[in-house]
């Protein structure tokens, strides 16, 4: 089966600082990864996605960053802000099943 | 647009019990799926579908039954209520995203508690 793990259970950053949240992956084939934000009570929201024939793609404030030799995938947030506050997921699939890690929850301290 | 509608948001059902869980979208996606969220074990795929008419398995799908007979609905059935079905259940469809794959939009989940 698939095993798509994060480095960090939970993570605190101080307001403006930039933060950093990893995931492991270990099924070479995926092709497709996304970063999920989660918000308490409410469903994951998709933040950024890359495909494998990439290894960096950025959105706004957002920067998701692919290492296919160490099959390691990493989200970066620049100057965090308390709305940024959530657990973060990331997911790989390989086709049309997709498969979510355990989560970061990221803390930002005012 | 509503976006992805779930109902009903909690749902307390007694062992053995059977029930469906409705899901809905108007963004005319053509993938659906359905999740199930425990605590400390992220999201786990339970069935999908990539059109009506057209329904797989994903990696949790015992207990559970879903049907595809129009783009807009895929409701999740579960046959018998067991306990260890608690849990948060999410909803989402898609449409092939700016790298060519799949940005899905989530519900807000269904809450079910199995006593």
């Known amino acids: 089966g698939e095993s798509v793990g994060l480095h960090l259970p939970t993570l605190s950053v101080q307001e403006g600082d930039n933060s950093i949240i990893n995931c492991a992956y270990s099924?070479?084939?995926?092709?497709?990864f996304i970063w999920y934000k989660q918000e308490s009570g409410k469903g994951p929201q998709f933040i950024i996605d890359?495909?494998?024939?990439?290894d960096k793609r950025q959105g706004q404030r957002v920067t998701v960053l692919l290492n296919k030799t160490v099959k390691h995938l990493s989200l970066q947030i620049a100057a965090t802000q308390p709305g940024d506050s959530a657990v973060y997921f990331c997911a790989e699939t390989t086709g049309n099943q997709f498969y979510f890690g355990t989560g970061t929850s990221l803390t930002v301290i005012p | 647009n509503a976006g992805v509608t779930q109902t009903p948001k909690f749902q307390v059902l007694k062992t053995g019990q059977s029930m469906t869980l409705q899901c809905a979208q108007d963004?005319?996606?053509?993938?659906m799926s359905w999740y199930r969220q425990d605590p400390g074990m992220g999201l786990r795929l339970i069935h999908y579908s990539v059109g009506a008419g057209i329904t797989d398995q994903g990696e949790v799908p015992n207990g559970y039954n879903v049907s595809r007979s129009t783009t807009e609905d895929f409701p999740l059935r579960l046959l018998s209520a067991a306990p260890s079905q608690t849990s948060v259940y999410f909803c989402?469809?898609?449409?092939?995203?700016?790298?060519?794959?799949?940005?899905?939009?989530f519900g807000p989940g269904t809450r079910l508690t199995v006593t």
């Open positions: 989402a469809s898609s449409f092939p995203g700016l790298a060519g794959g799949y940005e899905q939009y």
């Open positions: 963004m005319n996606h053509e993938y």
């Open positions: 099924n070479s084939a995926s092709d497709y």
């Open positions: 890359i495909r494998s024939n990439m």
